[in-house]
């Protein structure tokens, strides 16, 4: 978005929020939740948008990296991502050429992910990019609050029976 979209969009913003009656939404935990994820969404896509790679296309190369050989739908699992999205996720990544998927040694009908060389390139510059985006969401915040939100939003994050 441009300076001045994004000012006008403030204005707008601050001039509703004085006379507009949200009539109890602003009162909902999942409401601000959303706008919060959204504001650091949009923080990412400026900083990562060049790149062409969504939150969750990161989070599956980054644990690609991270467990070399690691099968699909325990990334899927790991992520809550349903197998049919993670399908599609990888078969993005793969025809990209960020990562390939190998027959298992061990179990033919298992294919394994594996980063391409231009996949860690890649990588590279998002972690790279992702630290200074986390850096901005970080300094909003004191060490000790910070510690709060992480323990809060993980608490949150067991609804669904994720552990991390």
Same mark, same amino acid.
Do not use: C
């Given at each position: =978005? $441009?300076?001045?979209?994004?000012?006008?969009?403030?204005?707008?913003?601050?001039?509703?929020?004085?006379?507009? #009656?949200?009539?109890?939404?602003?009162?909902?935990?999942?409401?601000? &939740?959303?706008?919060?994820?959204?504001?650091?969404? +949009?923080?990412?896509?400026?900083?990562?948008? #060049? @790149?062409?790679?969504?939150?969750?296309?990161?989070?599956?190369?980054?644990?690609?990296?991270?467990?070399?050989?690691?099968?699909? !739908?325990?990334? !899927?699992?790991?992520? $809550?991502?349903?197998?049919?999205?993670?399908?599609?996720?990888?078969?993005?990544? %793969?025809?990209?050429? &960020?990562?390939?998927?190998?027959?298992?040694?061990? #179990?033919?009908?298992?294919?394994?992910?594996?980063?391409?060389?231009?996949?860690? +390139? &890649? =990588? %590279?510059?998002?972690?790279? +990019?992702? $630290?200074?985006? %986390?850096?901005?969401?970080?300094?909003?915040?004191?060490?000790?609050?910070?510690?709060?939100? %992480?323990?809060? @939003?993980?608490?949150?994050?067991?609804?669904?029976?994720?552990?991390?």
């Amino acid at each position: =978005m $441009s300076r001045r979209h994004d000012s006008a969009r403030a204005d707008v913003v601050e001039q509703t929020s004085a006379r507009f #009656d949200f009539a109890g939404l602003d009162l909902l935990l999942g409401y601000h &939740l959303r706008r919060a994820q959204g504001a650091v969404h +949009r923080d990412y896509l400026a900083t990562l948008g #060049d @790149l062409k790679l969504t939150q969750k296309h990161t989070a599956v190369m980054w644990l690609v990296i991270g467990n070399p050989g690691v099968a699909q !739908g325990i990334i !899927g699992t790991a992520l $809550s991502i349903d197998r049919a999205t993670m399908m599609v996720l990888v078969n993005r990544l %793969e025809a990209r050429g &960020l990562l390939q998927r190998r027959r298992s040694p061990l #179990d033919a009908r298992r294919r394994e992910l594996h980063a391409t060389a231009a996949g860690v +390139r &890649l =990588m %590279e510059q998002v972690r790279e +990019r992702i $630290s200074q985006h %986390e850096a901005r969401m970080k300094r909003l915040f004191s060490g000790a609050e910070m510690r709060t939100l %992480e323990r809060l @939003l993980r608490r949150l994050q067991k609804l669904d029976g994720g552990s991390g």
